[in-house]
């Protein structure tokens, strides 16, 4: 479960992107969860990221753990599941478990108004069990996030956008990065 806030702090799609290389690497299927909708007037800046992620197939909830918008469809998604909560400090990970499951009583904190980051309120991973089935971890919040064990020239290969161009590059082993003829740099070209 990647969770990102729509504000405070700021999304950071390349984050996400990188926890859905992980996923991917892993084997894990992802759902990203699109928090503090309520805080956000207009969504029209942020629906073209989440019809994004939604056109690629990935299961994509917008959520506010305050006012229990979305809540009931992440509690459907999360039953009878095992699922480890992911993101950055602040986003609101803590908050949407208290908002899924009252009972958890989990410590939560402000973003810092100077610096828009989160403050690590959670600073140890801890199960909890779902009523009706499933477990969640709850995990301390991340500021950044590498991919240390991917190999640079496997990294096109999990993100599911780009596999069905790459037999179609001129080159074997193409990097999509300056080779001439390439189908995936001529699908980005396109749209």
Known sequence: LIVTSLLEPVIKPHLVDRYLVSAEQGHIRPLIVFNKIDRVRE?????PLVGLYSQLGYSVVMTSAATGQGIDQL?????RKETVVVGQSGVGKSSLLNALQPTFHLKVGDVSTSTQK??????????????????????????????WDVESGAV???????PPFTPHCRLPGCTHSHEEQCAVKSAVAEG
Do not use: C, N
Request: hydrophobic fraction near 40%; charge should be positive.
């Open 43 to 47: 969504t029209h800046h942020v629906q």
């Open 75 to 79: 509690r459907a998604l999360l039953h």
């Open 118 to 147: 989160g403050r690590h309120t959670t600073t140890a991973a801890q199960l909890l069990r779902l009523k009706g089935g499933g477990t969640v971890v709850d995990t301390a919040g991340v500021r950044q996030f590498e991919l």
């Open 156 to 162: 096109d290969g999990y993100f599911v956008e780009i």
